[in-house]
């Protein structure tokens, strides 16, 4: 496997890739049947957000009767940079490139943790008018939240460790696991 290279510092797997698929498997059909008939217009948080972002909206095209139409597009923030401690500010670095005014917007997010990086982004696009607003959260942290946040769409509530895999990095790297993984602490002290 190509991820060889990553042996010994992993702890333990969390999730499977089965076990992912299979959740991103349910937020498909949860949101298909919410927006049946309605257009709705995803919006994947990058970087963390592409691999769940790009599944999900495979498998909402696969569940008949779904949303009448799924228009797709990424935003670019970031707040740990190569820490693995929030720096508590959030950055946005690339900005949605469709208007989102009078539509279903649904923000897909990897992983929420302290919860400052959804908030953010919900008053962000709150304030830019859509017909609705709702967020989908692959990997929930719930022990360390800082501001109450509504999720509408979770998928697997996840250890309170620190975690890489299906798009989640330390230093840009580990993104590419097909699985969500717990690193062995020396890999990260700082
Ligand atoms: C990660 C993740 C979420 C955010 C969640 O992004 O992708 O966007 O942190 O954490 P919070 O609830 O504590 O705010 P990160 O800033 O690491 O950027 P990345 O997506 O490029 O990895």
Redesign the pocket.
């Known amino acids: 496997m190509t991820t060889k290279s990553y042996d010994g510092t992993i702890e333990r797997k969390l999730f499977s890739e089965g076990e992912i698929a299979a959740a991103v498997e349910r937020l498909a059909k949860a949101v298909a049947r919410d927006f049946a008939g309605q257009p709705l217009l995803v919006l994947g ?5 592409l691999y769940v972002t790009v599944d999900l909206v495979r498998a909402i095209s696969r569940v008949p009767d779904g949303p009448s139409q799924v228009e797709l597009d990424f935003l670019v ?4 940079g190569n820490s693995t401690r ?1 720096s508590g500010e ?1 950055r946005m670095l690339k900005d949605t490139n469709a208007s989102i005014a009078g539509k279903n917007v649904l923000v897909v ?10 908030q953010y982004l919900r008053s962000l696009l709150l304030g830019r008018g859509p017909a609705s607003l709702k967020s989908c959260v692959l990997f929930d942290k719930p022990y360390n939240r800082r501001v109450d946040v509504p999720i509408d769409y979770v998928g697997l509530v996840t250890p309170d460790e620190f975690v890489v895999g299906y798009g ?2 330390y230093a840009e790297s580990y993104r590419n696991l097909p699985y969500l993984a717990q690193l062995r602490p020396w890999v990260f002290s700082e």
């Open positions: 948080v990058l970087k963390g957000a923030v970031s707040s740990y929030s959030v997010e990897d992983i929420i943790d302290n919860g400052l990086t959804l989640l990095d």
